[in-house]
């Protein structure tokens, strides 16, 4: 599951969380042009970020807060999905696909290169997915990559891929952590050590802290604009806030505490960019839990919460009500926030026709900012139809991640999802969801397969048919609140990937 926060949880999971690090120990963000320190061009960016990287390697954990560092920054994929939400062109030059959809071919950079100083070949790319497929790597992942049948080098910069079926998902999946390529000369443990060909390299990470990256002065393309990238990670919003008003950091990467904006009113000191993102703010339902496995309860659910009131409690306003698993920048995006209204009376009775009474349900959290609010107003407004809801907070990532998403020991929870084009998770019923729909799951297999220009309408029945079933209920989506100093460009409104781009990004 999460720009939000972590995940990718393909969860994308989603979302944010990270041990403290006490605003009063940063050494400051490196001189800015014609500041009093002598005029030199910033050489040193600082971004606070909430979610930590249980691991380097992006490959092994769904958690978002890994690709937030090093997807495009570090690692590099055959494709990248721009600012706009277009695939555009990275390792790879161009590509062709034949007729029938299944026959990709891939002409790779010549000028490519692993800050190894080893050029990036054909090889390396098909060491890559197979290690997806062979490999200890994450079921999502697996599920993403066994599309393709076969992936060979026709030569050290031609790449071809012949996938089983036609996906018009495939190619975007291979824009993101699924397309990450590896040096596959490396011997490094691509846990705590990076293999990449991107503009920066790790230069140290501490666990629940910071991770720092350095220029990696060999890159193939456009130089790096900063030699040293740090990302330090805050639990709490308001220390992260109070390292920005103190000028310790140059950038916030998404603020988690909206009902602070005034504080970053100062134009002269402070630019504030606010967009959205795909992270879908989802109260997640066990479809299997005694008493969720009833469509009816869950419909409930749905018309006992005021999501509008929620977000306005919880998040200051911002962000895009939604009702279903499709934010706004995909294309099959409908309004679906009118399926089920806040009606608490017609949420008594749906309980009432199910025969349930005096429901008990666990509410287990992960300990992000938005989730623990989210948590007790979800709580407070489901005791007023009947339904207790026991709270409780596990540690984000590792915890909540193996006790709900793993193992899927709960009955509710509320995690951003920041995967892009995530509805297709909810057609898998080992997911953590438990939707198990084969109406559902043949509309999500016929957009994919079928012709792209009816991906779309298919999808958009999917939605529907989801939001009608209440697989889940959706809170808000995630605004992207970003904060800058005044000398930082390069930011884009929208978050429309898992990455936190710093290629993009400049301080002039």
Same mark, same amino acid.
């Given at each position: 599951?999460?720009?939000?926060?972590?995940?990718?949880?393909?969860?994308?999971?989603?979302?944010?969380?990270?041990?403290?690090?006490?605003?009063?120990?940063?050494?400051?963000?490196?001189?800015?042009?014609?500041?009093?320190?002598?005029?030199?061009?910033?050489?040193?960016?600082?971004?606070?970020?909430?979610?930590?990287?249980?691991?380097?390697?992006?490959?092994?954990?769904?958690?978002?807060?890994?690709?937030?560092?090093?997807?495009?920054?570090?690692?590099?994929?055959?494709?990248?999905?721009?600012?706009?939400?277009?695939?555009?062109?990275?390792?790879?030059?161009?590509?062709?696909?034949?007729? =029938?959809?299944?026959?990709?071919?891939?002409?790779?950079?010549?000028?490519?290169?692993?800050?190894?100083?080893?050029?990036?070949?054909?090889?390396?790319?098909?060491?890559?997915?197979?290690?997806?497929?062979?490999?200890?790597?994450?079921?999502?992942?697996?599920?993403?990559?066994?599309?393709?049948?076969?992936?060979?080098?026709?030569?050290?910069?031609?790449?071809?891929?012949?996938?089983?079926?036609?996906?018009?998902?495939?190619?975007?999946?291979?824009?993101?952590?699924?397309?990450?390529?590896? =040096?596959? #000369?490396?011997?490094?443990?691509?846990?705590?050590?990076?293999?990449?060909?991107?503009?920066?390299?790790?230069?140290?990470?501490?666990?629940?802290?910071?991770?720092?990256?350095?220029?990696?002065?060999?890159?193939?393309?456009?130089?790096?604009?900063?030699?040293?990238?740090?990302?330090?990670?805050?639990?709490?919003?308001?220390?992260?806030?109070?390292?920005?008003?103190?000028?310790?950091?140059?950038?916030?990467?998404?603020?988690?505490?909206?009902?602070?904006?005034?504080?970053?009113?100062?134009?002269?000191?402070?630019?504030?960019?606010?967009?959205?993102?795909?992270?879908?703010?989802?109260?997640?339902?066990?479809?299997?839990?005694?008493?969720?496995?009833?469509?009816?309860?869950?419909?409930?659910?749905?018309?006992?919460?005021?999501?509008?009131?929620?977000?306005?409690?919880?998040?200051?306003?911002?962000? #895009?009500?939604?009702?279903?698993?499709?934010?706004?920048?995909?294309?099959?995006?409908?309004?679906?926030?009118?399926?089920?209204?806040?009606?608490?009376?017609?949420?008594?009775?749906?309980?009432?026709?199910?025969?349930?009474?005096?429901?008990?349900?666990?509410?287990?959290?992960?300990?992000?900012?938005?989730?623990?609010?989210?948590?007790?107003?979800?709580?407070?407004?489901?005791? #007023?139809?009947?339904?207790?809801?026991?709270?409780?907070?596990?540690?984000?990532?590792?915890?909540?991640?193996?006790?709900?998403?793993?193992?899927?020991?709960?009955?509710?929870?509320?995690?951003?999802?920041?995967?892009?084009?995530?509805?297709?998770?909810?057609?898998?019923?080992?997911?953590?969801?438990?939707?198990?729909? #084969?109406?559902?799951?043949?509309?999500?297999?016929?957009?994919?397969?079928?012709?792209?220009?009816?991906?779309?309408?298919?999808?958009?029945?999917?939605?529907?048919?989801?939001?009608?079933?209440?697989?889940?209920?959706?809170?808000?989506?995630?605004?992207?609140?970003?904060?800058?100093?005044?000398?930082?460009?390069?930011?884009?409104?929208?978050?429309?990937?898992?990455?936190?781009?710093?290629?993009?990004?400049?301080?002039?």
């Amino acid at each position: 599951m999460i720009k939000s926060p972590v995940g990718r949880l393909v969860l994308a999971v989603a979302a944010v969380a990270a041990l403290l690090l006490s605003a009063c120990t940063t050494q400051g963000t490196g001189t800015t042009p014609g500041d009093s320190q002598g005029g030199t061009q910033q050489s040193d960016l600082v971004i606070g970020a909430t979610a930590s990287p249980p691991t380097l390697d992006p490959t092994a954990n769904d958690a978002a807060a890994i690709p937030q560092v090093v997807l495009y920054n570090v690692y590099e994929t055959l494709v990248k999905v721009d600012s706009e939400g277009r695939l555009r062109p990275l390792l790879a030059q161009k590509w062709d696909v034949s007729p =029938d959809n299944l026959t990709y071919t891939f002409q790779i950079d010549p000028a490519a290169k692993f800050a190894s100083g080893r050029p990036v070949e054909a090889k390396d790319v098909v060491w890559s997915i197979e290690r997806i497929q062979n490999g200890t790597t994450t079921a999502t992942l697996k599920k993403q990559m066994s599309v393709v049948e076969s992936a060979r080098a026709v030569d050290a910069k031609t790449l071809e891929v012949v996938l089983n079926q036609p996906s018009n998902m495939w190619l975007w999946d291979m824009s993101s952590t699924g397309g990450i390529v590896f =040096d596959s #000369e490396s011997t490094e443990d691509l846990a705590n050590k990076t293999t990449g060909s991107g503009p920066f390299q790790l230069d140290t990470w501490i666990p629940n802290s910071s991770v720092s990256l350095v220029k990696n002065p060999n890159y193939w393309a456009t130089p790096a604009r900063f030699e040293n990238v740090t990302f330090r990670y805050f639990t709490d919003p308001n220390a992260m806030n109070a390292a920005m008003l103190a000028g310790d950091l140059d950038i916030i990467s998404n603020l988690q505490a909206p009902a602070a904006l005034p504080q970053f009113s100062d134009t002269n000191r402070f630019t504030v960019i606010e967009g959205t993102t795909n992270g879908e703010v989802v109260l997640s339902m066990n479809n299997n839990s005694e008493g969720l496995n009833d469509p009816r309860v869950r419909q409930a659910i749905r018309h006992a919460i005021d999501k509008e009131a929620l977000r306005d409690t919880v998040w200051a306003g911002k962000g #895009e009500l939604i009702g279903a698993m499709v934010p706004p920048t995909d294309p099959w995006f409908e309004d679906r926030t009118g399926d089920f209204p806040y009606d608490p009376e017609r949420a008594k009775a749906l309980l009432e026709e199910a025969g349930v009474q005096n429901l008990r349900l666990r509410l287990r959290l992960p300990t992000l900012p938005y989730a623990g609010s989210a948590g007790q107003f979800v709580q407070s407004q489901l005791r #007023e139809v009947g339904i207790e809801a026991e709270i409780e907070q596990l540690e984000f990532p590792a915890r909540w991640v193996e006790t709900v998403l793993t193992n899927g020991d709960y009955d509710m929870s509320i995690v951003a999802h920041v995967e892009a084009r995530d509805i297709v998770r909810f057609a898998n019923p080992d997911y953590y969801f438990h939707y198990n729909s #084969e109406e559902f799951q043949r509309l999500v297999n016929e957009a994919d397969t079928g012709p792209a220009d009816e991906q779309a309408e298919k999808l958009k029945e999917a939605a529907r048919l989801m939001s009608q079933d209440a697989a889940a209920d959706w809170l808000f989506l995630l605004p992207n609140l970003v904060i800058t100093t005044p000398n930082i460009t390069g930011v884009p409104e929208n978050a429309t990937t898992l990455s936190f781009d710093v290629t993009t990004i400049a301080a002039g």
